[in-house]
């Protein structure tokens, strides 16, 4: 590989789906404060809303993922807007 080709904080990180719990370990330059455990290795932690291992195309299951309450605010509005 050729040297000086990748960021200095390309590291491995842990990927959790908060919809599913399910942890990925890959490599990235994606700045976190929290840390977690891996296979009993202490590794960066970033969380996220939605993955592979919880949205509707890869999992194919027809869900909802609603944690901000998006859906309810734009069916007000839309209900709003209507009258």
């Known amino acids: 590989m050729k040297k ?6 390309y590291r491995e990180v842990i ?5 599913s719990g399910e942890e990925f ?7 976190t404060e929290l840390t ?3 296979d009993g ?3 960066p932690l ?10 509707p195309f890869y999992t194919g299951k027809k869900t909802t993922i609603d944690r901000a309450g998006r859906v ?3 069916k007000s509005r839309m209900a709003a ?3």
């Open 15 to 19: 990927f959790k789906d908060n919809t």
């Open 41 to 43: 290795k202490e590794y």
């Open 4 to 9: 000086d080709t990748h960021p200095d904080n």
């Open 25 to 31: 370990l890959i490599k990235s330059t994606v700045e």
């Open 46 to 55: 970033y969380e996220v809303e939605i993955s592979s291992a919880s949205h």
């Open 72 to 74: 309810d605010k734009f």
């Open 81 to 83: 807007a209507k009258k």
């Open 36 to 38: 977690g455990k891996f």
